[in-house]
């Protein structure tokens, strides 16, 4: 067996046979269920509303994906920083496993986790405004090369939060203080730097909406994937009189967070590294 | 450790040179040189934190030296230093398991790392007697079923080297002794076992060579047998005035030291003749009620070594 079989194999058994994992994501479908049935019950009952593919995954892709990220992140804290807490990462070390391949034994979930909340998130979604379509006039495919493109920008920005929270819990070890960390920068860190820089440099501003948590929200927008969605967001923020925002410079923000990927996994690497177990 | 010229023996399965760790400003190594042999079980013997532990973190690659340097079955770069490890079975200090995951789904975590499959894990689960308990959860297990689960996983891959530290820690007599059937097993298997303790009875009963350290330094490597033989020890006692029997004893020729332990004084003799001390102390108008040989242990010597450092070197912990 390879080496990336065998920690494949074993991160999938640790996760398989997690009652906490099994929990979060638990609830995190009661959410996604009771919120998209809100959406279809709705549009059931009010004709105003419209829940149904494929407009619907400009509300199912939205910036409420940040759900998806958040309980995607707190599941890799649990799952990362424990193996400190029983220290378990020394015994699979002494197990026969270079500190490397440990590491990216961790890394790996990064991809495994996302895909499971991500496409957790798309089948609930999808599946409740598939319920809620009318397949035989349905104008166009049910999914096009918006919604791929959307969904790359999904993966994208759980990667960046992914990645931070992979940092945070490989540098604190401790899963409580990791979640504490991750979400006060989500919560206030990022604002609070964002402003600091702000003053101190003008120039920075535009920058400044780049840092991890800004990129991500900018990369969960679905209508930054699609120019005419955005070119209807314009004509009803002209006719109600609202300022019209820029538009999301996509290729921008997918390049930062490749750059905040390799820079929060490229840190954890170095740091695991020099650290004794 | 990296001339090719002082390449070990192939008997040679650990060999230190100068192993040295500090952490920050506490010095836990300190310059450590010792050898194991193909085939002995090695007591690694100190007190709580002597760097009982820090030393074996090194050799398993989960701490970094600061200093010196090891081989482990004569290869020391990091490329031979990864593959000897295959070659290795261990734990340090408490068993480290995954406490949401039964012993068997602990035992296949190590086994896919080690390449080994179930067949392995079932044996191994046999040895140490949980074959009944393999899908016990590790939280619910008893404190002598972690030290079996992880002396089981020690052995997955019947790994040549074998490293075990504390693992008799917490355990009643009865669950020691099992242990110790256990590694006298692997002993006669021909394993090279390298145990970590401080319940100096059971490393004088389970170890065929031992190392002494205490505040991170080497004190003493040898054989059991050559370290509690070389002099005698006779215990004596006459009446109540041990310290009148301390000071007749102290006159003879032939005492190497003499020391009251309890009820009677201990003299360290150069040969074996009891009756001429027997004699002199007559001689001096006491008579003897009790004239005995004292067996030298391991704890007698282990004593002895840390009492000196202590008076040297500071502390005992």
């Known amino acids: 067996m390879s080496t990336t079989a065998v920690l494949l194999r074993n991160e999938t058994l640790k996760l398989r046979k997690r009652l906490a994992f099994w929990v979060t994501m638990g609830f995190f479908a009661f959410i996604q269920v009771v919120s998209y049935g809100e959406e279809y019950f709705d549009a059931r009952k009010d004709p105003e509303e419209t829940f149904a593919l494929p407009a619907a995954w400009s509300q199912i892709m939205s910036d409420e994906s940040m759900i998806s990220v958040i309980f995607g992140a707190v599941v890799l804290i649990l799952l990362v920083s424990t193996e400190f807490t029983w220290r378990t990462a020394r015994q699979n070390v002494i197990d026969g496993l270079s500190k490397t391949e440990w590491f990216w034994g961790k890394a790996a979930l990064l991809p495994i986790v996302g895909a499971i909340f991500i496409l957790s998130q798309i089948v609930i979604g999808g599946g409740s405004a598939l319920a809620g379509t009318d397949l035989a006039a349905m104008q166009g495919a049910i999914v096009g090369a918006t919604f791929f493109q959307a969904l790359g920008g999904f993966f994208l920005a759980f990667f960046v939060m992914g990645s931070l929270a992979l940092a945070v819990a490989l540098a604190i070890r401790s899963s409580g203080a990791a979640m504490a960390a991750w979400f006060a920068w989500i919560g206030f860190g990022e604002r609070l730097v964002a402003l600091g820089l702000g003053r101190l440099f003008e120039g920075l501003r535009t920058a400044l909406g780049y840092l991890p948590f800004g990129t991500s929200l900018k990369l969960l927008d679905y209508d930054a994937f699609d120019p005419a969605a955005y070119q209807r967001a314009v004509e009803a923020a002209e006719a109600a009189g609202r300022a019209v925002s820029d538009p999301v410079a996509v290729g921008t923000a997918s390049l930062v967070a490749v750059g905040w990927i390799v820079l929060f996994v490229g840190v954890s690497y170095v740091w695991f590294r020099r650290r004794d177990l | ?317």
């Not at chain 2, 500090?22 to 002995?40: M, N, P, W, Y």
């Not at chain 2, 297990?141 to 992880?150: H, T």
């Not at chain 2, 355990?171 to 401080?198: C, N, Q, V, W, Y």
């Open chain 2, 1 to 317: 450790m990296s001339s090719d010229a002082h390449r070990a023996p192939d008997g040679l399965i650990i060999e230190t040179a100068g192993l040295t760790k500090r952490f920050r400003k506490t010095l836990a190594v300190d310059g450590i040189s010792f050898e194991v042999e193909r085939g002995q079980v090695f007591g690694f013997l100190g007190p709580n934190g002597s760097g009982k532990t820090t030393t074996i973190g090194m050799l398993l690659g989960i701490i970094r030296p600061t200093g010196g340097g090891f081989r482990l079955f004569g290869g020391d770069s990091p490329e031979e230093i990864h593959s000897a490890r295959q070659r290795i079975g261990a734990t340090l200090e408490t068993p480290n398991f995954y406490p949401y995951l039964s012993c068997r789904d602990n035992l296949r975590i190590a086994a896919n790392v080690k390449g080994k499959g179930a067949a392995d894990i079932d044996e191994v689960l046999e040895v140490v007697g949980l074959t009944k308990r393999r899908k016990t959860k590790f939280k619910a297990c008893s404190l002598g079923m972690k030290q079996r689960l992880a002396l089981a996983a020690t052995m997955l891959g019947d790994p040549e080297l074998i490293i075990l530290d504390e693992p008799a820690n917490g355990l009643d007599p009865e669950g020691m002794r099992e242990i110790r059937h256990i590694i006298h097993d692997l002993a006669d298997r021909g394993k090279t076992i390298f145990l970590s303790s401080h319940l100096l009875g059971e490393v004088e009963r389970t170890c065929t060579h031992v190392a002494i350290i205490q505040l991170g330094r080497l004190i003493r490597q040898a054989s059991v047998a050559e370290i509690t033989s070389g002099t005698v020890s006779v215990g004596l006692r006459a009446g109540d005035d041990l310290g009148a029997l301390e000071t007749i004893a102290g006159e003879y020729p032939r005492a190497v030291s003499v020391r009251v332990h309890e009820d009677r004084v201990i003299v360290e003799l150069e040969e074996d003749d009891f009756a001429s001390l027997n004699r002199f102390v007559a001689g001096r108008g006491v008579y003897l009620s009790y004239l005995a040989r004292e067996q030298r242990t391991l704890e007698d010597v282990f004593m002895e070594v840390t009492g000196a450092t202590e008076s040297g070197f500071g502390e005992v912990q």
